[in-house]
């Protein structure tokens, strides 16, 4: 097995030269088509240059890879084509258990390709595969995060061999942004063995870096020449629907129809322009989103807002230009704020546009939408950085809404980031300065935040200060709380002992999160320790957790239908422990249990989920949580439970089944959607949803939906 295995890695490298043996490689341009079917036989792969040196990042940073892996890059004219051949002593211990797109892959055996066309040190994409050809995809927002709501035109296929797998990829050039001129690209190469928790990496292997760090990222000579971008690429979309009777229901479990079944059809496009060779105009007229993921449900048992992820495709592609702010705290823009009510309800969108991309040393980004129905309004967002100090940028961003019968609104700020290298750590400050203005010569109101942090491996270490303005609201944001001064942070020290199969150490001697009021007075505060946690080599974690919070409400609130509490200051610990197994395992498991005082009583909770996967078809997985609690203003138990199955043919035919239910909104939801990938970018989807209202004197009305309906819809998407 050995020797059959050595033999055919050196078949595979032998005519190219190796980018480890003294010249850095290069990409290899061909006249010819490729075929994609993960085979190499096509004889431009046979002349290709070979990457061949990977480097562990862990478990045991610096060292050479466990398993050998060749990788090797060739350019057509309609695009990019990548080969691995990633080798495995034990083929049958190849993780693969995801099928559907852009499904998490860190459960599986993958490869990623990191290309920075624009070779800028700051923006990239991530295309991953697994060894079912299953595609995941992402836009880098910084080193330490990425954003994989963007979505590429690309493809792939893949093998398992009698000597590990191989993967073949092909991404056009019309999927990337590029210079004319710019021969020499960033790329980074990244192979990740999921039985050994293993991650190697071609460049940027150290732990304080990583694929997403492109300070540290390789660059590969040749890509000169490219086609011109297509002058556009067309989506259109033909829709049909149709819907349930709405219902009404009584206590008693008895109903009436508020509203009558119906059908629609409904046509629309998108449009994907080029005024640039490294911008992107996106036009959309009419969009549909009933293929988007829908939204968890989730028991809310704070008095502040909850925040909901972005989930349609227009506003998530490219979405990482328009941050600014703490997300999920205080955003000056958070995209469903348009063409979605405050209970979630859409509204209908005539039309938008958004331009992104860089021009010279700035990223640039504009979002213009136009919405109907009730809200008629006209909502607009412009957002430039400018490369400063090596990754650095300052920046600036604009909002602004205009309805009618409403006064117009508008909101700006500027914001800076600045990381650093210190003796080869991580140290990074950033900040910003915004402000709102309800109206035209209306009262402004502001939000100012500095951070300071220190991301690295043995140690992460934040300090934040936030003060927001009392009335800071922007139209177009999403603010936690306002009328206040924030300071939050914490230390983390993770050692790694490299005994006892051990990974890391965890220990937090503090995190904290304190909120005072600007006119006097603690709002609310967190203090918690963690004096031990523990992540195993086999990627198995236990932790260990003790909490001290405080809520001062002013006024009476509700907290779960049924229990209101009174306004003064409330103090209570808690003590947490949480465990999870490796997402490795054929059955992986998480689990916490936490119990203590609960504001002016005390509460148990757990919360859990359960996963199974049986590779390559069928992945399953049960999550409840149930929090117990008793006072004497009167107890409640809040509980909470979801089912998903996703059983996929292909990687381009899948289906899912996901079910959701709490007794704080008392509905149980039905979501099921297939989606096939007909082709690259053209897709067809049929979506089913339903509502049933759980607190019934009768039980659940199963027969008798309280709305629902189900979709078709086919996209296709056309180069020009």
Do not use: C
Not at 57 to 73: I, M, N, Q
Not at 253 to 262: E, L
Not at 266 to 285: F, S
Not at 606 to 628: C, D, I, K, M, V
């Amino acid at each position: 097995m050995i020797r059959s295995r050595t033999l055919s890695t050196l078949l595979f490298v032998a005519a190219g030269s190796l980018s480890g043996q003294g010249r850095a490689p290069r990409l290899q341009r061909v006249t010819s088509a490729l075929r994609l079917d993960g085979r190499f036989d096509d004889a431009a792969w046979a002349t290709a240059d070979s990457i061949i040196d990977f480097t562990q990042r862990d478990p045991r940073e610096g060292t050479p890879a466990s398993e050998g892996t060749v990788v090797k890059l060739v350019g057509t004219a309609e695009g990019l084509w990548v080969a691995l051949r990633a080798d495995d002593h034990d083929p049958l211990q190849i993780r693969r258990a995801q099928l559907r797109r852009d499904a998490d892959l860190r459960s599986d055996d993958h490869f990623t390709l990191m290309l920075s066309p624009t070779n800028d040190k700051r923006t990239g994409f991530l295309f991953s595969v697994n060894a079912n050809a299953a595609l995941s995809d992402a836009e880098i927002l910084n080193f330490e995060s990425e954003s994989r709501e963007w979505d590429g035109v690309w493809d792939a296929r893949a093998l398992v061999t009698a000597t590990g797998w191989q993967a073949e990829l092909f991404i056009p050039w019309q999927t990337l942004r590029y210079r004319d001129g710019q021969a020499l690209w960033g790329v980074n190469l990244r192979r990740f063995i999921r039985r050994k928790n293993e991650e190697v990496l071609w460049r940027g292997w150290r732990r304080t870096e990583g694929i997403r760090f492109l300070e540290r990222q390789g660059e590969i000579d040749g890509f000169t020449d490219l086609p011109r971008r297509a002058i556009a690429e067309v989506r259109p979309y033909t829709a049909g629907t149709a819907n349930v009777p709405v219902r009404s229901f009584r206590a008693n479990g008895s109903d009436s129809i508020t509203a009558r079944g119906a059908r629609d059809g409904d046509l629309g496009m998108d449009v994907k322009l080029a005024p640039a060779p490294t911008l992107t105009l996106d036009l959309t007229v009419n969009p549909d989103f009933a293929q988007a993921d829908v939204d968890r449900q989730i028991v809310n048992l704070t008095r502040f807002p909850l925040f909901f992820p972005e989930q349609r495709p227009f506003f998530t592609e490219g979405a990482g230009i328009f941050d600014f702010g703490r997300v999920r705290q205080t955003q000056l823009f958070y995209s469903r704020r348009i063409g979605l009510g405050a209970d979630g309800t859409p509204i209908p969108i005539m039309g938008g546009a958004r331009l992104t991309g860089r021009v010279g040393r700035q990223q640039v980004g504009a979002l213009v939408v136009r919405t109907g129905g009730a809200e008629d309004a006209t909502d607009a967002v412009v957002r430039v950085k400018r490369d400063v100090l090596g990754r650095g940028y300052v920046g600036a961003m604009a909002t602004f809404r205009d309805a009618p019968g409403k006064v117009a609104t508008g909101s700006g700020g500027l914001d800076f980031n600045f990381p650093y290298i210190i003796k080869g750590q991580n140290l990074v400050l950033l900040g910003n300065i915004a402000a709102n203005q309800d109206s035209i010569g209306g009262a402004t109101t502001t939000h100012s935040r500095f951070v300071i942090d220190y991301p690295n491996d043995n140690a992460d270490i934040v300090l934040r200060v936030d003060r927001i303005d009392a009335g800071f609201d922007p139209a177009l944001g999403f603010v936690q709380q306002d009328g206040v001064t924030r300071v939050a942070g914490q230390v983390e020290l993770t050692p790694r002992p490299r005994r006892w199969g051990i990974r890391k150490l965890i220990f937090s001697p503090l995190e904290w999160d304190y909120v005072d009021r600007l006119e006097g007075g603690m709002s609310n505060a967190t203090f918690g320790v963690q004096p031990i946690g523990f992540l195993f080599e086999s990627d198995d974690r236990v932790e260990f957790k003790v909490e001290r919070e405080y809520d001062a409400p002013l006024e009476p609130f509700e907290i779960f239908p049924g229990a209101t509490l009174a306004p003064k200051t409330y103090g209570w610990n808690r003590a947490e422990i949480s465990v999870s197994s490796s997402p490795a395992r054929l059955v992986s498991t998480e689990a916490s249990i936490s119990a203590g005082e609960f504001y002016d009583g005390r509460s148990a909770a757990t919360n859990g989920a359960l996963r199974l996967r049986l590779q390559p078809h069928l992945l399953a997985s049960a999550e409840w949580s149930a929090t117990h609690v008793t006072r004497l203003g009167g107890g409640f138990e809040a509980r909470l439970a979801r089912l998903r199955v996703d059983y996929a043919f292909s990687p381009r035919l899948n289906t899912t089944l996901f079910g959701q239910w709490d007794n704080e909104s008392e509905r149980v939801a039905l979501n099921a959607r297939v989606r096939w990938t007909t082709s690259p970018g053209s897709d067809l989807f049929l979506v089913w949803n339903s509502l049933w209202p759980s607190g019934l004197a009768s039980g659940v009305p199963w027969g008798r939906p309280q709305r629902g309906g189900a979709v078709f819809k086919y996209v296709r998407y056309v180069r020009r």
